[in-house]
């Protein structure tokens, strides 16, 4: 049996937690996922969980930089299928909720498979897209 090095296990400890640990605190949701891009995260969780197939449901989301929360982000919510080659039929209205979390509304995946959630979020003048692709059934 060998033995580890104790750094070798705090950067698991770091590296191997959930995506959306820190940032999902304020969703108060176990199931939180993350998609991350240059420096922002967006922890998110569909209502209801797991969203379903040609029904409309919500998503509610935080938007971080260094894993703290951001109440002033602009944000837009919509999804595509890349191997369709086509997104959704509905445009999702995005909302802000008390405690720097916001609701996008009016999502529908019309059918199943693999489909891709699309963030643009801006910050300080500057738009990051942040995709997460989930499997839908």
Known sequence: ???RA???IAVCALACAPAA???ADALNAPNASAAENDGVRVAFVPRPSPPPVGKHFSIDFVVCVDDVARSDARAQVDADM???RHGMNYRASVA???GSVYRA???MFHMP???RLLFDVE????TVRLAREIEVQ
Do not use: F
Not at 123 to 126: A, E, F, K
């Open 113 to 115: 498979g693999r489909w």
């Open 21 to 23: 640990a820190g940032c």
């Open 82 to 84: 890349p191997a369709h």
């Open 1 to 3: 049996m060998t033995r």
């Open 123 to 126: 910050l300080s003048g500057r």
């Open 6 to 8: 104790p750094w070798l």
């Open 96 to 98: 802000p909720l008390p």
């Open 105 to 107: 509304e009016g999502l």
